[in-house]
């Protein structure tokens, strides 16, 4: 089986860096995803990493380990409109693309 | 391209009733899932088909049927309602298994079971 495992909450202040970690536990690893989940809302595509090392897209960041079984999102210049659940997912090499979803992070943004 | 839909938005039924959840995409998708999503959980996956004709269970299929007829559509059928399926569900699709392909989600359909 698969074991990803992720913080439950987090709070950050406008305009600071958070850094929201995952790991996992897996065999076949052939990839990780993180997505962005406004509450009511569907999860949306942010980043994927496959191979070690850092992914930058604007203000966010995605790294992977995959000797330590570790990623991390970075969220920088945070704005109140990151406040959302950021989900870790995991795809093995199986025929179907499947992912296995971590239970998600959920991230408070204050003033 | 309207991406994924999914209806009903909202649905409450009895126990013992059925349903069908309705899910169509029109990116030309070989790969469709069926999530659901406890509150404050993550997804967990209950059916998914990798084309036309061929669909297999996921982690949570018990209570669930599905069938894939058309590449467009990827109905999830419940035949006794319990409330232990209330719950949101996500439809979602993608192109391939090429590295890197995501998963394109649905709005979610929101079920309660009473």
């Known amino acids: 089986g698969q074991n990803i495992d992720q913080p439950t909450e987090m709070t950050a202040t406008e305009g600071a860096i958070v850094q929201i970690n995952c790991t996992y536990q897996?065999?076949?690893?052939?990839?990780l995803f993180w997505y962005q989940q406004h509450a009511g809302e569907a999860p949306t595509f942010l980043s994927y990493n496959v191979l070690d090392g850092l992914e930058e897209k604007g203000r966010f960041s995605s790294f992977l380990s995959r000797s330590k079984g570790y990623s991390y999102l970075l969220l920088k210049e945070l704005q109140m409109k990151d406040s959302a659940s950021y989900l870790c997912?995991?795809?093995?090499?199986?025929?179907?693309?499947?992912?296995?979803f971590g239970g998600g992070t959920r991230l408070m943004v204050k003033p | 391209n309207a991406g994924v839909t999914q209806t009903p938005k909202f649905r409450i039924l009895k126990i013992g009733q059925s349903m069908t959840l309705q899910c169509t995409q029109d990116m030309n998708h070989n790969y469709m899932y069926w999530y659901r999503q406890d509150p404050g959980m993550g997804l967990k996956l209950i059916y998914y088909s990798v084309g036309a004709g061929i669909t297999d269970k996921g982690e949570v299929p018990n209570g669930y049927n599905v069938s894939r007829s058309t590449t467009e559509d990827f109905p999830l059928r419940l035949e006794l309602a319990a409330p232990s399926q209330t719950s949101v569900y996500f439809c979602?699709?993608?192109?391939?298994?090429?590295?890197?392909?995501?998963?394109?989600f649905g709005p979610g359909t929101r079920l309660t079971v009473l």
């Open positions: 997912a995991v795809r093995v090499n199986n025929a179907g693309n499947m992912l296995t």
């Open positions: 897996t065999s076949g690893f052939n990839g």
């Open positions: 979602a699709s993608s192109l391939s298994r090429t590295a890197g392909d995501t998963q394109y």
